[in-house]
């Protein structure tokens, strides 16, 4: 094979088909690759092979995967021709940071497995978020366990992906840059000549360089998060509005203005679990990393914040408490690691009811708290107090007059209720 991809006919296997392996794979076809797709859910092959609904929802993912050819299979053996092998299966980790690596280990061994068999040279690059090391430590000795070397018969890259959930298509188009960790040059030359027509800027690094740029930059998006909610809950305190505070901070280029919005604390997939796999790493590499555990401790309490302030306004034994918004952000059905948990949970523990509306989020929620009430957002408006704690954009149009609102998102209307507070504000 040449050291140069053609940068829009490669052949390509993306192994995993949750949103980050999809959106890559649907977005390398669109670019002009052939490409398969190989998970072991027999469900979402299908899906992807009948161009169904992706069971994430992603905006503008299930028009692409309408347009593009790509096939999807559980056999392993499909990437047999492939130049370019992406790893993308999920990483889960524990409370304490401790990564779940079956499905990473799992794959790998698959992949060896198929290529013990192959005499050409092609490139394993590692999508899947790891802990610092494991691409070299875990990764590449189970691919060499097939008898073949790195390097010689195959290349290893561990290129991080920064795609946000719901955004992820136009993310991976638009990169603002494409960070390439390489195990020599020949694999990181390879890897390059994929992403020439995305036309951004990217940076070459060895392999745990680009695993810490994934897990600092996230905990660095944290990091700004449970800052600006510190700063809040100091305004808070002064009447000072922490939005304004946050507009001219931001206006300081060296600062910036993104991630500086003030609520309820940070959920999803990514954030809290990178945090989490991050402090661990600094652990077992003989690092007490207080500052990053005071972030994660930091986001954890302030999810709970409406609740305490809502205890100043009604007895929450007995009452019916209307949640807005379930999702851990706007325009996904995510509920992973959603404040709304946290705090549904709380309010159940204090004896209130809860009726809740979220425009995707419902179903996934529904399997977490089959008994509380899912309704419409005119009935959530009825409840004895309404939570705030996604912010729909659908919910800038409500009518609040008159009600109770603690408001975690910054919903600017909601202000007109009888009785308003912001978390921060
Ligand atoms: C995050 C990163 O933003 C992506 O760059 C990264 O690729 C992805 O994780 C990943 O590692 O795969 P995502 O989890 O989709 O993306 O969510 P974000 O948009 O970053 O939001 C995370 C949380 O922070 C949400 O709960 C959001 O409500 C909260 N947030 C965000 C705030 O509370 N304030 C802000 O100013 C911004």
Request: proline letters at 4%; a negative charge.
């Amino acid at each position: 094979m040449n050291d140069k991809l053609k940068p829009d006919n490669a052949n390509v296997a993306v192994i995993g088909a949750g949103y980050v392996g999809l959106v890559t794979g649907v977005c390398l076809a669109k670019l002009g690759h052939e490409v398969v797709l190989i998970d072991i859910d027999e469900d979402k092959i299908q899906a992807v092979n009948h161009k169904k609904a992706p069971p994430i929802y992603e905006e503008g993912l299930e028009e692409l995967l309408g347009q593009v050819h790509i096939e999807a299979s559980s056999d392993y053996r499909k990437m047999m021709g492939s130049d370019i092998i992406y790893i993308c299966v999920g990483t889960l980790a524990d409370d304490s940071g401790n990564i779940f690596s079956e499905h990473l280990i799992d794959a790998t061994r698959k992949i060896a497995e198929v290529l013990k068999e192959r005499d050409s040279y092609y490139v394993v690059a590692v999508k899947s978020t790891v802990g610092p090391g494991m691409t070299e430590e875990l990764v590449i000795p189970i691919l060499e366990a097939s008898g073949k070397k790195a390097g010689s018969d195959f290349g290893v890259c561990m290129s991080p992906e920064f795609l946000r959930e719901g955004q992820a298509i136009y993310d991976f188009m638009n990169p603002s840059r494409i960070i390439i960790g390489e195990y020599d040059k020949r694999s990181g030359d390879i890897l390059c000549s994929i992403h020439e027509s995305l036309n951004a800027p990217i940076l070459r690094t060895n392999l745990r360089t680009a695993e810490m740029i994934k897990l600092a930059t996230n905990a660095f998006l944290a990091t700004k998060i449970s800052f600006i909610n510190e700063i809040g809950n100091i305004c808070k305190q002064l009447g000072i509005d922490t939005y304004d505070v946050a507009r001219g901070m931001g206006m300081d280029d060296r600062i910036g203005s993104k991630f500086l919005s003030a609520g309820i604390g940070f959920g999803g997939s990514c954030l809290p679990k990178d945090i989490r796999i991050l402090v661990s790493g600094a652990k077992q590499a003989g690092y007490q990393p207080e500052f990053l555990e005071e972030i994660s401790t930091l986001n954890e309490k302030q999810a709970l914040k409406p609740v305490a302030l809502l205890k100043k306004h009604i007895t929450l034994k007995g009452a019916t408490v209307g949640i807005l918004g379930l999702a851990f952000k706007p325009g996904t059905d995510d509920i992973r690691d959603s404040r709304a948990i946290i705090i549904v949970q709380a309010l159940l523990d204090e004896g209130a009811s809860v009726s809740a509306y979220d425009p995707l989020a419902v179903d996934n929620f529904r399997k977490l708290f089959p008994g509380i009430d899912y309704v419409s957002t005119e009935e959530v408006l009825s409840c004895d107090a309404i939570l705030i704690l996604t912010e729909w954009p659908e919910f800038y149009d409500l009518d609040y007059r008159g009600k109770i609102v603690i408001d975690g998102r910054r919903i600017e209307k909601a202000r007109e209720a009888r009785i308003y507070e912001g978390v921060c504000w």
